[in-house]
């Protein structure tokens, strides 16, 4: 069965930095995999995928994110936190049966001015 | 519709009651999911439903727990006899095949709240 860990259940960042959250999955196939924000009193939205191709996925507000299938990694990064960054982030797989995303715990992403 | 849409957006129950919950999905997405989002938790898998065939129902917690899906389109998910460890936030989601290979698109969610 796969699954999916976030390092870190709460990330801080100031203003202008960069914004590192970490995911890692098991999977015993290639994995599709996934990054969804939710913000406050909202459904979760889509950043960005991967499902095939090149490693390196560039989503919507900045983001973009790097399938490493040696580290068995798909952290996701920004390179300059806004305040609106501010939400939760979720790390997901897509089954092996390739019917469901398993999701990871979620990192709450904090931006200080 | 142009999302997904989930009705109540919040919900206040009594322990012991039943409650029903909605989700409209987008027009043409053939797979729907539900999943519960518990406070401080990740999301727990509950059911899915692609066009016709059977519902994979392997992630409901109790017998208390069941859904359907109408017609291929709108789903109720119905709990019974509520328990307070039933609170949460239960979202819905649609997608364009069961592989979800577009991305889900979830709805804003029903929080249920057993008092």
């Known amino acids: 069965a796969q699954s999916v860990t976030q390092l870190g259940s709460h990330v801080s960042v100031s203003e202008g930095a960069l914004v590192l959250l970490r995911c890692n999955y098991s999977?015993?196939?290639?994995?599709?995999l996934f990054w969804y924000v939710q913000y406050p009193n909202q459904g979760l939205q889509l950043l960005l995928k991967?499902?095939?191709?090149?490693?390196l996925v560039k989503g919507i507000n900045g983001f973009e994110a790097e399938f490493k299938k040696s580290e068995t990694s798909f952290h996701l990064t920004k390179p300059s936190a806004h305040m609106s960054d501010a939400a939760e982030y979720f790390c997901?797989?897509?089954?092996?049966?390739?019917?469901?995303?398993?999701f990871g715990g979620g990192t709450r992403l904090m931006v200080k001015p | 519709g142009a999302g997904v849409s989930q009705s109540p957006s919040n919900k206040v129950t009594e322990k012991g009651k039943d409650v029903e919950l909605r989700c409209d999905p987008i027009?043409?997405?053939?797979?729907l999911y539900w999943y519960r989002q518990s406070l401080g938790q990740g999301l727990e898998f509950l059911i899915y439903?692609?066009?016709?065939?059977?519902?994979?129902k392997s992630g409901l917690p109790s017998d208390r727990f069941s859904a359907e899906r109408t017609g291929g389109s709108v789903s109720t998910l119905t709990i019974q006899r509520t328990q307070q460890e039933d609170s949460a936030v239960y979202l819905c989601?649609?997608?364009?095949?069961?592989?979800?290979?577009?991305?889900?698109?979830f709805g804003s969610g029903t929080r249920l709240t057993v008092v």
């Open positions: 027009s043409g997405h053939t797979a």
């Open positions: 989601a649609s997608s364009q095949n069961l592989q979800g290979t577009y991305g889900y698109t």
């Open positions: 997901a797989v897509m089954s092996n049966a390739g019917n469901m995303l398993t």
């Open positions: 991967y499902t095939t191709g090149a490693t």
């Open positions: 439903f692609q066009g016709n065939s059977a519902p994979d």
């Open positions: 999977s015993s196939v290639p994995p599709y």
